[in-house]
């Protein structure tokens, strides 16, 4: 046997592990990296999911560079050594910023101008008058809702701006009061008590926002005082509730706030020479739940948003020269839909005493009750030139009043007034209510009702109604139309009501306009428009 020694061990090894070694591949030249450039006019594209690199024309999507200025949104960023274009990545917040300090942010493979949360929030990427980075877009715009906001307060119109502020700006947090009975101390800014909050709202503490309260506390939920002291008057105050940001009628769970809720005592008081804006609430359960005291000699403006009102002796009453403004809100029972299936009417919806009010895109559905009219009373309008009622559906009210030896279900006046405008609105009966006995709307409320429409073919020859005689029958089931007017194919009284709206009549030499949008913020079209507070749903 042949014995090998020590000094040759090493070598043999080497030359047998060399043998069976796999023989050497040439390189494949459709493949490239930093060191192995590609040839013929192409470029090396970048990384693939095994990780290797190919060589790819340069005319085929792919983005030589010298910098990153040089390279298309989608693939913003030079690659060091590359001469390519390529995405960014987690961390590159600088490149993003050196390339366009506009989009200073890397959500991959684009540079940004702002990084999103779960939801569009205000964001420290984004300036004031464009505070929210939307999720959409990753770019930022102006708030749209008070939930998009860190104080909880959106300037979702000029009326609500503090100075210095705009629409679509977000109030600052050290300009607004909150009231949450589950973390707060009444030495504020986030208090316990909504009588002490109030009383500390100033010039620079215009907006107050309801955000908690705990149970069982309707004592400290009515009775509420606006614009009690004197540094309040003259300023415009802002209450925002938990409905401020949809329509009141949609909300899937009971607010965590209610006004109200104890039958001899009011909910909101609203005293002389104030002006102030009450924003999604549900006031249900109080003698009153809105009262506004005017005073003749300087006015006293109130507008009432995104609220609802029910189960209330009065839901809202003016007195002595207020001005109510009503938008978007439900007084009376049960929306068709969402956690406020079960609430009951109010007894009346509105009393107006020397005073003023416009009301748009706005329901009134099952006020009143057999023994008492539940519609709006008005007993006598104020100094202003004009009252309108605008694009506001009118169901079921339950009690009837007399006027002028006649009955009437929806709108009452005491002597006749020529200074209230009735446009685009609508008058409907529930399936199992007995038909008004006369009309809806009272003759004394005066000659200028413009595009107005009803379910009930009884009332085809009166002059306040849009349909003529026996075209009514479409509408029998009102419920299963859910107000929106949504079905299709629903017979001509359907179609009258889609289409019979007036964008805008001239009253008293006073423009009075349909509103933008409807209830539930659906666009209304330039031309010819729906009755009531919906547009239909395609």
């Not at 930093?34 to 013929?40: A, L, S, Y």
């Not at 470029?43 to 005319?59: F, H, S, T, Y």
């Not at 009309?439 to 003529?468: F, K, M, R």
Request: proline share 10%; with cysteine; net charge neutral.
């Amino acid at each position: 046997m042949l014995r090998l020694e020590p000094t040759m061990r090493v070598p043999l090894l080497a030359l047998l592990a060399a043998l069976s070694a796999p023989p050497c591949q040439r390189w494949n030249p459709e493949l490239c990296d930093d060191i192995r450039p590609c040839g013929g006019g192409r470029i090396c594209g970048p990384p693939e999911a095994d990780g290797r690199r190919r060589c790819v024309p340069a005319d085929g999507g792919w983005s030589a560079c010298t910098s990153s200025a040089e390279c298309p949104e989608e693939l913003p960023l030079c690659g060091a050594g590359l001469a390519l274009c390529r995405a960014c990545q987690p961390g590159e917040d600088a490149a993003c910023r050196e390339r366009n300090p506009r989009l200073p942010r890397c959500l991959g493979p684009r540079c940004v101008e702002c990084l999103p949360g779960a939801d569009s929030i205000q964001s420290g990427d984004c300036p004031p008058g464009a505070p929210v980075c939307d999720r959409g877009s990753a770019s930022c715009r102006p708030c749209r809702l008070h939930a998009e906001c860190r104080s909880g307060v959106c300037v979702k119109d000029d009326r609500t701006a503090p100075p210095g502020l705009s629409r679509g700006m977000c109030v600052p947090e050290d300009q607004v009061l909150v009231i949450d009975q589950t973390a707060c101390n009444d030495l504020g800014p986030v208090f316990c008590t909504p009588a002490v909050a109030l009383s500390r709202m100033d010039r620079g503490h215009r907006h107050l926002v309801f955000r908690r309260t705990a149970r069982n506390m309707e004592v400290l939920l009515s009775e509420l005082d606006v614009g009690l002291n004197e540094p309040q008057r003259g300023i415009d105050l802002h209450l925002i509730g938990p409905l401020s940001d949809g329509p009141p009628d949609q909300l899937q769970e009971m607010p965590p706030v209610t006004i109200g809720g104890i039958r001899a005592r009011r909910g909101f008081i609203v005293w002389p020479r104030t002006r102030v804006t009450i924003e999604g609430f549900f006031i249900a359960g109080a003698q009153i739940g809105l009262d506004c005291i005017g005073d003749q000699a300087v006015p006293t403006e109130v507008r009432l948003v995104r609220s609802l009102l029910g189960d209330n002796r009065t839901a809202v009453s003016l007195k002595n020269g207020c001005r109510l403004e009503l938008r978007e809100s439900w007084l009376g029972r049960r929306p068709p839909q969402g956690r406020f299936r079960g609430i009951h009417g109010n007894r009346l919806a509105l009393e107006v005493l020397s005073s003023d009010f416009d009301i748009e895109n706005s329901v009134l559905c099952g006020n009143g009750a057999a023994d008492s009219f539940g519609g709006i009373r008005i007993v006598g309008l104020g100094g202003r030139p004009l009252s309108t009622v605008v694009n506001t559906t009118f169901f079921a009210q339950a009690g009837r009043a007399a006027a002028g030896g006649r009955f009437y279900t929806d709108l009452v006046c005491e002597g006749t007034q020529d200074r209230l405008a009735v446009l685009n609105s609508l008058f409907l009966h529930g399936p199992d209510d007995p038909l008004p006995a006369d009309g809806y709307v009272s003759p004394a409320c005066g000659p200028h009702l413009h595009a107005l429409g009803s379910d009930d073919p009884q009332l085809g020859a009166q002059p306040t109604v849009l349909l003529p005689p026996g075209q009514g029958a479409g509408f029998r089931d009102v419920a299963a139309l859910d107000l929106r007017l949504a079905g299709e194919g629903e017979g001509p009284a359907q179609q009258a009501l889609r289409s019979g709206g007036l964008p805008a009549v001239t009253v008293r030499g006073v423009p009075v306009a349909a509103p933008p949008a409807d209830m539930d913020g659906r666009p209304r079209p330039s031309g010819r428009l729906a009755i009531g507070a919906y547009e239909p749903v395609q």
